[in-house]
Nanobody
Framework: QVQLVESGGGLVQAGGSLRLSCAASGRTFSNYAMGWFRQAPGKEREWVAAISEYGGNTYYADSVKGRFTISRDNAKNTVYLQMNSLMPEDTAVYYC????????????????WGQGTQVTVSS
């Protein structure tokens, strides 16, 4: 089992920045690629970004490419999502997840999920 706890969400004005953190405990963190998803009210959960086990490869949804950066520190068992140039449409609950295998874009490919952290971007 892997336990994931997100933090760093909050209220920010459009154009601002936030950094989300996801702290992992349990099984060896570096065994897992990690992803970030988000879910806005009334919408389906949407994949945002993913990072390979040792951070050598990163992947982004087109909607966040160039604005968001995913990174990880395996020594701290933590994955991050740096979010810049935030827009109101980025408002959502953000979740980190541990990747089991398969497509990074598919939530079914992830075994472990955090409880989520709310990000609200005001216009």
């Amino acid at each position: 089992q892997v336990q994931l706890v997100e933090s760093g969400g909050g209220l920010v004005q459009a154009g601002g920045s936030l950094r989300l953190s996801c702290a992992a405990s349990g099984r060896t963190f570096s065994n897992y690629a990690m992803g970030w998803f988000r879910q806005a009210p009334g919408k389906e959960r949407e994949w945002v970004a993913a990072i390979s086990e040792y951070g050598g490869n990163t992947y982004y949804a087109d909607s966040v490419k160039g604005r968001f950066t995913i990174s990880r520190d395996n020594a701290k068992n933590t994955v991050y999502l740096q979010m810049n140039s935030l827009m109101p449409e980025d408002t959502a609950v953000y979740y980190c997840a541990g990747h089991r295998g398969g497509s990074y874009y598919n939530s079914a490919a992830y075994d472990y999920w955090g409880q989520g952290t709310q990000v609200t971007v005001s216009s």
